[in-house]
C-alpha cells in the first residue's frame, strides 16, 4: 500500500518550525538591533539566519529579529490582503489598508533612527555601505512583497526606501531581506569575534579581495605563493593589495574606475 505521505514516489516535505524559537517570546532589548520583517510567510523566519554566527549572535542577545504575518492585518474573514491592480493588468497588488496598518503596529516599536525597506528590483542596488549604514541603526524594518509589488501610496506614506538585492526578479522578497540581514548582521559588533574580519574583506574598501590559501603548502600541484611563506609582513601586505588591484579591474571594472576617481580626487 502507497504511504498517504508519498506522492508519485517522492517524499512529501514539511516544513520545521523549530528555528522560530530563537524569535519566540523574546522581549525587545534596550540597545540592540533589531530586524522587522513584515510577510506573508513569517514561517520563513530566521532561515539561514538562525545558523552560524548569526544565528549564535541571535541567540546570545547580540541582535533580534522578529516576523510579522501580514495576513494578520488582511481584510473580511478571509484575511485578504490584496486586489486587482488599478487600470487593470495580470496579477495581484497588495493593499495600502492592509500594509499600512501592519507598517504602524510595527513601527510603533521603532526608537532613533529605523528605516523602512521594501524589496524591490526598481530599488536602490544594496552594497556594501548601505549595509555598513544598517548596522549604525537602531534597527531597520523590511517590507516582503509578493505578486506583482505593493499599492505605491504605502511607499510614498512611510517614506519607505526601496531596495534591490540585483537585477533580476524573485518570487517574493523575504530571500533579499535575509541576505541584506545577513551582510548587516555580521558587522555588528562582537558577532564575527575578529574586527580585522570586516576590514579586510571583499567591497570593504571599494575593491575585491585578495586571494586567500592555507595548508597543506602543496596541493595538486599548486603552491602557495612563496611570498605568504616568507615571514615578511611588508611584501605579505604589499602583495595582497596588488592582487586586489588586479582582481578588481579584471572581474569589476566599474568598482576599479570608481576607486580610482576617488583615489585621484
Known amino acids: 500500500m502507497t504511504s498517504p505521505n508519498r ?13 522560530r524559537e530563537l524569535m519566540q517570546d523574546v522581549p525587545d532589548y534596550l540597545h540592540v538591533w533589531q530586524a522587522h520583517i ?57 493593499r495600502a489598508d492592509v500594509v499600512g496598518p501592519a507598517i504602524e503596529e510595527v513601527q510603533s516599536r521603532a526608537t532613533g533612527r529605523w528605516p523602512i525597506l521594501y524589496m524591490s528590483p526598481r530599488g536602490r542596488r544594496f552594497d556594501q555601505a548601505l549595509a555598513r549604514d544598517l548596522a549604525t541603526c537602531s534597527g531597520v524594518t523590511m517590507l516582503c512583497g509578493r505578486f506583482e509589488g505593493v499599492d505605491e501610496r504605502v511607499l510614498e506614506e512611510y517614506e519607505v526606501i526601496e531596495v534591490s538585492l540585483g537585477d533580476f526578479v524573485m518570487t517574493g522578497g523575504e530571500l533579499a531581506a535575509q541576505a ?16 580585522e574580519s570586516t576590514v579586510e574583506e571583499s567591497h570593504s574598501a571599494g575593491l575585491l579581495e585578495h586571494p586567500q590559501y592555507t595548508k597543506p603548502a602543496e596541493w595538486q600541484g599548486r603552491e602557495i605563493p612563496p611570498v605568504l611563506m616568507s615571514g615578511n609582513h611588508a611584501e605579505i601586505e604589499k602583495w595582497r593589495r596588488e592582487m586586489s588591484h588586479k582582481l578588481t579591474q579584471e572581474r569589476r571594472p566599474d568598482l576599479w574606475a570608481a576607486h580610482k576617481a576617488k583615489s585621484d580626487g
Open 7 to 19: 506522492s508519485h514516489g517522492k517524499q512529501r516535505v514539511m516544513p520545521t518550525f523549530k528555528p
Open 180 to 195: 541584506m540581514i545577513d551582510a548587516t548582521v555580521r558587522l555588528l559588533p562582537g558577532v564575527l569575534g575578529n574586527a
Open 38 to 94: 513584515i510577510t506573508l510567510f513569517p514561517e520563513l523566519f530566521p532561515g539561514v539566519l538562525g545558523a552560524s554566527l548569526t544565528g549564535r549572535a541571535l541567540k546570545e542577545g547580540k541582535w533580534q529579529l522578529h516576523a510579522h504575518d501580514l495576513r494578520k492585518h488582511g481584510l473580511t474573514k478571509h484575511r485578504n490582503v490584496d486586489d486587482t491592480p488599478a487600470g487593470g493588468g495580470a496579477g495581484m497588488v497588495l
